[in-house]
Nanobody, 123 residues
Framework: VQLQACGGGLVQAGGSLRLSCAPSGRTFSSYAVGWFRQAPGKEREFIGAIDWSGNTNYADSVKGRFTISRENAKNTVYLQMNSLKPEDTAVYYC??????????????????WGQGTQVTVSS
């Protein structure tokens, strides 16, 4: 499964962005999908995830500001980011886990990864 993450860009602090993640050549609805980010010099960080039924969980650092959703008709998972802060600046990745598994919080639990999209938040 090849994943395409897009929607990144430059935004001012307090602004919003919506990232999307879609697979190529595969129906996405039964996969758990996670979002991670990696800032320069830092480890990859879990942001949140959504399972096949739409249940979500989030890291404390983004809870209340970020929302993950999925639109099965478009075979796409979204990461809506509001109230962005400069510390949210990072490369954002989506990842998918094989059907039957819950949405994990550890990068190693995911089987497929997108190429990453840069999000830069200016102060």
């Amino acid at each position: 499964v090849q994943l395409q993450a897009c929607g990144g860009g430059l935004v001012q602090a307090g602004g919003s962005l919506r990232l999307s993640c879609a697979p190529s050549g595969r129906t996405f609805s039964s996969y758990a999908v996670g979002w991670f980010r990696q800032a320069p010099g830092k480890e990859r960080e879990f942001i949140g995830a959504i399972d096949w039924s739409g249940n979500t969980n989030y890291a404390d650092s983004v809870k209340g500001r970020f929302t993950i959703s999925r639109e099965n008709a478009k075979n796409t998972v979204y990461l809506q980011m509001n109230s962005l802060k400069p510390e949210d600046t990072a490369v954002y990745y989506c990842a998918a886990r094989l059907p039957g598994w819950v949405a994990g919080t550890v990068a190693g639990q995911y089987d497929y990864w997108g190429q990453g999209t840069q999000v830069t938040v200016s102060s």
